[in-house]
């Protein structure tokens, strides 16, 4: 079987549609195709961008044409100039930068939670409910905090189910409000990021800058992270699975 081939395979039994993450996990399993290169993952990467029976659905998301129809009327729509503001967009990429952060927590073997109003939410084909670990939050600190922490859009917690690592993905809404979550649980040693496109990162810095968050400006409680940033750290754990051994 031709490399190209295994790809399109691969696309099929994924059901349409795969982040190119979830391709350098399943690809290597067909046996009838040898990868005789020393670079597999950027001949993966060659094929999806130049097979014309893959399309690309937004940077490393990829979806086969025959299925075109069939992912659009689930939600998974290509993303253009022209609609990229649109409400199915704008729903579809939250829960599926969600899911990334939930997929990377989960490889790091975190503990991961995201909002029970989101929980049926979709990440291709998997509902986020069914890649978070933790079906309820932790009671980690006063019900007040909890409660205001279970809103945001993800969290990584360690093993003793305190608070990792906080997000908050920022596709349209306003970031003050997400600044404003964070300002609250600001006394939990816990990293604080927005999740955003990174033409939203002016907006982020001058927001951070208001009298409301001199707190978590000067100590640099939060951080910014673009969605090319995300996605690449996230095919990044995904090709570091295939190794036997990782200094």
């Keep these: 079987m031709k490399q190209n081939e295994a790809v399109i395979l691969t696309l099929e039994k994924l059901g349409g549609v795969a982040t190119l993450g979830q391709l350098n996990q399943e690809v290597f399993k067909i046996t009838d195709c040898e990868w005789k290169t020393k670079t597999p993952f950027a001949s993966i990467r060659r094929i999806v961008q130049l097979d014309k029976n893959i399309y690309k659905i937004k940077p490393g998301l990829y979806g086969l044409i025959k299925f075109k129809t069939l992912n659009e009327s689930k939600g998974i729509i290509e993303e253009t100039e022209k609609n990229k503001n649109s409400k199915e967009v704008i729903e579809f990429n939250h829960s599926y930068f969600q899911g990334l952060l939930l997929t990377i927590g989960n490889l790091k073997g975190l503990k991961t939670f995201v909002p029970n109003q989101d929980k049926n939410k979709l990440f291709l084909t998997e509902k986020l409910a069914d890649l978070r670990t933790l079906d309820e939050i932790p009671q980690f600190s006063y019900s007040k905090l909890v409660q205001r922490s279970s809103t945001v859009d993800v969290i990584w917690f360690n093993d003793r189910e305190m608070p990792h690592s906080f997000f908050e993905v920022e596709h349209s809404t306003d970031i003050q409000n997400s600044l404003l979550k964070f300002n609250d649980l600001q006394d939990f040693y816990s990293r604080m990021v927005i999740v955003a496109d990174k033409k939203r990162k002016?907006?982020?810095?001058?927001?951070?800058?208001?009298?409301?968050?001199?707190?978590?400006?000067?100590?640099?409680?939060?951080?910014?992270?673009?969605?090319?940033?995300?996605?690449?750290?996230?095919?990044?754990?995904?090709?570091q699975q295939q190794y036997e051994f990782l200094l």
């Design 202 to 239: 002016d907006e982020y810095l001058n927001k951070i800058k208001y009298s409301s968050f001199t707190h978590l400006n000067k100590k640099e409680r939060v951080s910014f992270l673009d969605y090319d940033a995300l996605n690449k750290q996230y095919e990044n754990i995904i090709e």
